[in-house]
């Protein structure tokens, strides 16, 4: 005979569900304020390379950086308010555009980092300054508290799709086409360049078209990784659930 799981009592089974409910409300309130830190750190940056160090927008604008740190501090304003409503209607609210809109931005300052990393080593041109006060915030602060937030929130259910992670890279993918057309019209002229890929006139078009292959790549290798440990880790905060799911 196939061996029994004991059950568990109904005193163990509403003190577990106790804990799993005040564990809920606590990671929703964690989330809040870390979404909510990423997005005030993120609007200081962008208000102190224009009002303390003279930045101009538009010449801003030429780069991924700042608008990723753009959209990652709108998207964490809506994520702060969302996780707030979650926690205090102990429900999820969050609805799939949401999640993925989350996803894109963890990928897009994913990627940042790792440039950053890459940017750093003296083989590498296109070196970011991270000296300044809005060069480390919207390089480094904002890149790895955005992806921590993101492992540990919560993920949709079910097994994800493979072309889910498509929707993660469409931030990339939009900055990589934009970028290309305006510098390949020579709307923006090709001394503005912000990275060497863009210069068409020092680098040829076989190069450009494997570098843009190259980002629309790693954006949806980056995406899909981070859904697969966000499916993993977002489970850290109930840890214990397994264990009393095998006891009946």
Sequence with gaps: MAKQRPKISAQDFEAFSQRFRK?????KKVNALLCLFIALWGTAAVIYSHFVLGHDLFDRLRYMTYWGTVFTTIVSYIFAAVCMREASRETEVTTKWVYFL?????????????????GLTPWVP????????????MHLLVPFTTVVSFLLNDPPRGKPKAAEPLRGMIFIALYAVIMTYCF???????????YSFLDFEKTSLPFKLACLAGILCVGYGVSWLLMRLNMKLSWVWFRDLKRHKKKG
């Design 184 to 194: 390949a019209t020579g709307t923006i002229p090709s001394s503005k360049a912000p």
């Design 126 to 137: 296109d070196r970011p300054d991270i000296s300044s006060f809005p060069g480390a915030v």
């Design 102 to 118: 989350r996803l894109s931005s963890a990928t897009t300052e994913f990627v940042i980092f790792a440039v950053v990393m890459f």
């Design 23 to 27: 564990r809920y409300i606590l990671k």
